[in-house]
């Protein structure tokens, strides 16, 4: 370079001046480079031998690994290295003044930070316990069991764990809401509740007493919880009313039924009554049945048969008859109230009775004139009879009487004769016993016999056993002379049977 120079100046010697100007201006610069180049050169030496000395450190911070870079030979000094401060609460595994482990990190566990509002004060904490109970008591701070706690706004047991609280190292915020005494009278039983609740409604809530709507409670149940409160509850008792069809379950504080009905708006009006009397006392889960009663009043009819009387007429032959007076029935009436209780008829009684129209009697006249006549038998002898009758004849023997034959009395008829053929069984209130009768078709014969069913206008023809002939039709009669005394006649004879006449 210094022979290129040489030879420039030799051949522009016009310009030499200024190159030999320019030439120590650069030689001045040169050296400043070169000392700076030294400098910087001994500075990068100088980290290049630290940075050879760094080693690399692990760290766990509450479970967290973190690689620390040092070239210290304690724990505290990698701590500084790595700007971490220690709180007196925090745990560090191996203690400061140790020696860097070798192969295992460095553990630290930090403490958590609390901020405990209690009983009007503010406290701030720093705990290594696992639970709010734990931290609590580690300060100090004893609880009760109704004692309530609330962790960042939010109710939580005092078992809860602290690290379900805080994900990060932020202090929690604790305030212990101590439980106030309340003490209680329900319906005569006392007791002293410890509460947080802020009415005396929620602390009955909390203590497990159901107040019902009818139950009476003073103070309110909206009060605000304040200590030494004194609460006054009267139970309602339940009851069930059963009423116009409805069920209705209600609590009163009624000491009797009327009450309960009373509370209900349920008025008795007329007859109505309950079950149990409206007087009765209320028990505990009573059911009470409303019995409505209404009374319908109506009228009936009935019927008043008319007497028959009988008048002898002597102008009238025997059993000839005639109605001097149509008998007319009477009536009479009833009111009769009848009683209805929720609907269903109960009972019916006479409320009145009268006779509204009287009967009257119907009048016949009947005869008593005899009248004796004659009657020509088929075999031509002639009879008097004094009295013809209708009747329906029957015929039996001894052996159709009733009576075994070992009977002592077998055969033997009402007036002791031998029952058979001539002797026939009659009414005795119709046919006097030992009349002479004549039966056209069977013959003379003597009423020498009854029977249990020979009555009004029947009578029983009778038959040897050998020659029984079968009889069931109507047929006249002919009551033989002499006719009894006027005393022993029966005027009036019955109209049963009565004949059913076929066309």
Do not use: C
Not at 305 to 334: F, H
Not at 460 to 469: H, P, T, V
């Amino acid at each position: 370079m210094a022979t290129d120079a040489s030879n420039f100046m030799d051949r522009f010697p016009d310009r030499s001046l200024t190159l030999r100007r320019w030439i120590r201006g650069r030689w001045r610069f040169d050296a400043s480079t070169v000392i700076l180049l030294l400098t910087l050169s001994a500075l990068v030496a100088m980290g290049v031998g630290y940075f050879h000395a760094l080693k690399p450190i692990p760290l766990e911070i509450n479970g967290q690994a973190r690689l620390i870079w040092s070239n210290q030979t304690t724990v505290a000094g990698v701590l500084h290295d790595a700007s971490i401060t220690l709180f007196p609460e925090d745990r560090i595994t191996p203690s400061l003044h140790a020696r860097i482990p070798v192969n295992q990190p460095i553990t630290i566990r930090l403490a958590q930070p609390i901020q405990i509002q209690v009983d009007g004060n503010t406290l701030a904490w720093r705990t290594q316990s696992s639970t709010i109970y734990a931290a609590l008591k580690e300060a100090g701070i004893l609880l009760k069991t109704e004692d309530r706690i609330w962790a960042n706004g939010m109710i939580v047991e005092p078992s809860l764990a602290l690290a379900r609280i805080a994900e990060n190292p932020a202090p929690i915020s604790l305030t212990i809401q101590r439980a106030v005494p309340l003490e209680v009278n329900d319906n005569g039983a006392r007791t002293t509740l410890y509460t947080t609740a802020p009415t005396i409604g929620e602390a009955l809530r909390q203590a497990g007493l159901i107040v019902y709507l009818g139950d009476y409670v003073r103070p309110d149940l909206g009060t605000p919880i304040a200590p030494g409160w004194q609460v006054y509850i009267r139970r309602a008792r339940a009851a069930t009313i059963l009423v116009d069809g409805r069920t209705i379950r209600t609590r009163t504080l009624g000491e009797r039924v009327a009450d309960a009905l009373a509370q209900e708006e349920i008025e008795l009006a007329g007859k109505d009554y309950t079950i149990p009397a409206a007087t009765e006392k209320l028990d505990e889960n009573a059911t009470i049945q409303v019995m409505r009663v209404r009374e319908d009043f109506v009228t009936e009819s009935e019927y008043i048969a008319y007497e028959t009387l009988w008048r002898p007429d002597p102008s009238l032959e025997i059993d000839q008859r005639q109605t001097a007076q149509t008998g007319v029935p009477g009536v009479k009436k009833r009111t009769i109230r009848i009683t209805y209780e929720n609907g269903r008829e109960t009972r019916r009684t006479v409320d009145r009775e009268w006779i509204e129209a009287a009967p009257i009697p119907q009048i016949i006249h009947y005869g008593t004139k005899i009248v004796k006549r004659e009657l020509t038998l088929p075999n031509g002898t002639t009879v008097t009879y004094w009295r013809k009758l209708r009747v329906l004849a029957t015929s039996y023997t001894a052996a159709t009487s009733g009576k075994a034959r070992s009977h002592p009395e077998f055969g033997i008829t009402a007036i002791g004769m031998r029952a058979g053929f001539g002797v026939i069984a009659v009414d005795s209130k119709v046919i006097n016993l030992r009349s002479k009768v004549y039966v056209p078709g069977y013959g003379t014969a003597i009423a020498g016999d009854t029977g249990g069913s020979i009555k009004g206008r029947r009578i029983d023809l009778g038959y040897d056993e050998w020659n029984l002939a079968l009889w069931y039709k109507w047929v006249d009669i002919y009551l033989l002379d002499p006719p009894p005394a006027a005393d022993q006649i029966h005027w009036i004879i019955p109209d049963t049977p009565r004949e059913r006449l076929t066309h």
